[in-house]
């Protein structure tokens, strides 16, 4: 079945230290993803991708990067400039940027 | 600029009861219009969309949802509801060719026995 992996589900950032999260689509879309959650809030743009090779910054970026290599892979790392960082991270895509997004089950990034 | 008010954080209902989540946008230009659904440590699935035709839009779970251009609404329905449907509703929107959806804020469905 096409979908959309996230791994791992939890991940634990001790201070100083950068982590990547992982994001993989089997669904061919071209469009990709990242979004933060926090409780009572909706989901807030991070990062998002429209082609191979090309990315832009959402409303949030500072304190993450994000490559875009392989139409199939779109991983986040969240760096030590993020000062707040825990938070439950989704990733998505969809057939163009502006069709359904399908969602990967989460992140859900905490501070040792 | 576009935005999405869901108008009520938190609605709670009795099993069988009908209910309405209710969603205003404001945009510009023409606009396609979503209803996700997220339960607990999961990711968001799509219910129901509008991108042209119906104004009255049919979705999974006997959810469906009425676009009201005038009003600016998007309001999700569903006649009957069970106790598998407590979870969290999102209204989204993107104008039409456009590169980002803006998500509401979520309303968290809770139903009662």
């Known amino acids: 079945d096409g979908g959309i992996t996230q791994s791992p589900k939890y991940l634990f950032r001790k201070e100083g230290q950068n982590v990547t999260l992982s994001c993989e689509q089997n669904?061919?879309?071209?469009?990709m993803y990242w979004y933060r959650q926090d409780p009572g809030q909706g989901l807030r743009l991070i990062y998002y991708?429209?082609?191979?090779?090309?990315?832009q910054k959402g409303d949030i970026a500072e304190g993450y990067s994000v490559s875009r290599e392989k139409k199939e892979s779109f991983p986040l790392t969240v760096t030590s400039a993020q000062k707040n960082p825990t938070a439950f991270y989704l990733c998505?895509?969809?057939?163009?940027?502006?069709?359904?997004?399908?969602f990967g089950d989460g992140t859900r990034l905490s501070i040792l | 600029a576009q935005s999405v008010t869901q108008l009520d954080s938190q609605v709670p209902v009795f099993e069988e009861a009908p209910v309405e989540l209710r969603c205003n946008y404001s945009?510009?230009?023409?606009?396609?219009l979503f209803w996700y659904v997220q339960y607990p440590n999961q990711g968001l699935q799509l219910l129901l969309k509008?991108?042209?035709?119906?104004?009255l839009v049919k979705g999974i779970n006997g959810f469906e949802a009425e676009f009201n251009k005038s009003q600016t609404s998007f309001h999700l329905r569903k006649p009957s509801v069970h106790i598998s449907d407590t979870a969290e509703y999102f209204c989204?929107?993107?104008?039409?060719?456009?590169?980002?959806?803006?998500f509401g804020a979520g309303t968290r469905l809770f139903v009662k026995a």
């Open positions: 989204a929107v993107i104008n039409t060719g456009g590169f980002k959806t803006i």
């Open positions: 669904l061919n879309h071209d469009a």
């Open positions: 991708s429209q082609i191979v090779n090309d990315f």
């Open positions: 945009s510009s230009v023409s606009v396609y």
């Open positions: 998505a895509s969809s057939l163009e940027a502006d069709q359904p997004q399908h």
């Open positions: 509008y991108l042209s035709g119906s104004t």
